[in-house]
């Protein structure tokens, strides 16, 4: 069945922890750009990372997820 786009729902912006973006670095870049993109002060954004960069990977998630959860839907 062909829909139209239209049709689609904005499902907002999506991140494959399974691939490239998955990666600890990478996640770490996109959270300094989203952070920059909503005004976060450079007080705000290094606390942030700081606390990404703190513990494991999953430490990371949870800062990301509850930082940019609102937004960013993170698939495993």
Request: with cysteine.
């Amino acid at each position: 069945m062909i829909k139209s786009i239209k049709e689609r729902a904005d499902r907002g912006i999506e991140i494959d922890l399974t691939g490239p973006d998955g990666n600890a670095h990478v996640l770490i870049a996109k959270a300094m750009n989203y952070c920059r993109q909503l005004g976060y002060d450079n007080d705000r954004t290094e606390r942030i990372i700081d606390e990404m960069k703190l513990t494991d990977y999953e430490g990371l998630l949870y800062t990301f997820n509850r930082e940019f959860g609102t937004f960013v839907t993170l698939w495993r």
